[in-house]
């Protein structure tokens, strides 16, 4: 195998990975929204802790097909175990309800998009784990009701 089957292969095992930890995590905590809320962005933040900056500029110098990859398998997890997590949330008064959870997910997914890759996270010297973070910052503080943000 060459260098780019091994970091698709390094990528998908992340991945899986990922899907694994938001699996659990929505599972293990199905009526506590501030519980699995905390777990989710442990996990995500763990998850995205192990990606190094020289791998993050080898993959948008080297590799910019392969991320798109990562970019695909990254949207269908975030609407998958997220998406069902805001709906959730709307039910539970944890997420308002005046905003279709559906269009929280497709904000979020377009904030993922234009600011998780490579380029950009070389353009603005962050590591994907800081610029996760904030995404989430904004997204959920704008989409918890007062209830959701007393976590």
Do not use: C, W
């Given at each position: ?104 997910i497709e904000i979020l997914l377009a904030m993922v998009q234009a600011i ?13 784990k800081e610029g996760f973070t904030g995404i989430l910052k904004i997204v959920?503080?704008?989409?918890l009701t007062p209830k959701g943000r007393k976590m």
């Open positions: 195998p060459g260098k780019f089957d091994l970091l698709e292969a390094v990528l998908a095992d992340k991945l899986t990975g990922v899907e694994m930890t938001l699996r659990e995590v929505t599972r293990a905590h199905p009526n506590d929204f501030s519980a699995t809320l905390r777990e989710l962005l442990a996990g995500t933040r763990r998850e995205l802790d192990e990606i190094k900056p020289p791998f993050v500029r080898d993959m948008r110098q080297k590799a910019p097909e392969v991320f798109k990859l990562v970019e695909r398998r990254r949207a269908a997890l975030i609407q998958r175990y997220i998406g069902k997590f805001f709906v959730q949330g709307q039910r539970t008064g944890m997420v308002r309800k005046d905003v279709p959870a559906n269009l929280i998780m890759n490579p380029p950009k996270m070389e353009e603005l010297g962050m590591m994907p959920l503080e704008g989409a």
